[in-house]
């Protein structure tokens, strides 16, 4: 992961219960839920200019061993039987910013956020020199930056073209006209 750009490590499932808790019903099919989050972070994270790391556990799946493969630029990781998403990211943090004062003061230019809303790790990773973010505060940045970008899309297209031809503006027998005298040979 480049250390130019900043850090954002998601509670995946956190952010999850918190999008049905917002919307009042039962979480959904999990892999659908999944899948949509991943999406929403490869916009976000392209708008803000992060790398992301979403975080799902496996801690109760026994049948289930760690992995990580990358979507659309995300780096999605299963964590490993026994181990919770909130172990992982502590870990990670630690891991990109060091695990001491020291390490950590070397380590100041790098910028870490994790989103989750369960306070332990919050407490967690403020400690380990990392800034946190809400679930909630997160799906509200995901509906404020498609906002923004909505917004920018729609002005770029009424903004004056790109090129500004002179041929789209004239009469067209002029431009008739025009476009012989270029095709024939002029004698001086």
Do not use: C, W
């Amino acid at each position: 992961m480049p250390a130019d750009k900043p850090t954002l490590i998601v509670d995946g499932y956190n952010v999850i219960h918190e999008r049905a808790h917002e919307a009042n019903r039962p979480v959904g099919d999990l892999e659908s839920e999944r899948a949509r989050l991943i999406d929403e972070l490869a916009d976000y994270s392209g708008y803000r200019g992060v790398n992301t790391v979403v975080v799902f556990d496996a801690y109760n799946r026994k049948d289930f061993e760690e992995r990580e493969v990358t979507v659309s630029g995300i780096r999605v990781v299963f964590t490993k039987f026994g181990e919770t998403a909130d172990t992982y990211i502590e870990a990670l943090v630690y891991a990109l910013l060091g695990s001491h004062r020291e390490a950590r003061r070397a380590n100041r230019q790098r910028r870490v956020e994790v989103v989750s809303s369960d306070s332990a790790v919050q407490q967690l990773i403020l400690g380990g020199g990392a800034t946190r973010m809400s679930s909630r505060e997160l799906l509200l940045d995901f509906k404020a930056v498609k906002k923004r970008a909505a917004k920018a899309k729609l002005h770029k297209t009424q903004a004056a073209p790109a090129h500004n031809r002179l041929s789209e503006s004239m009469n067209a027998d002029v431009a008739e006209i025009l476009d012989g005298m270029r095709k024939s040979d002029v004698d001086e």
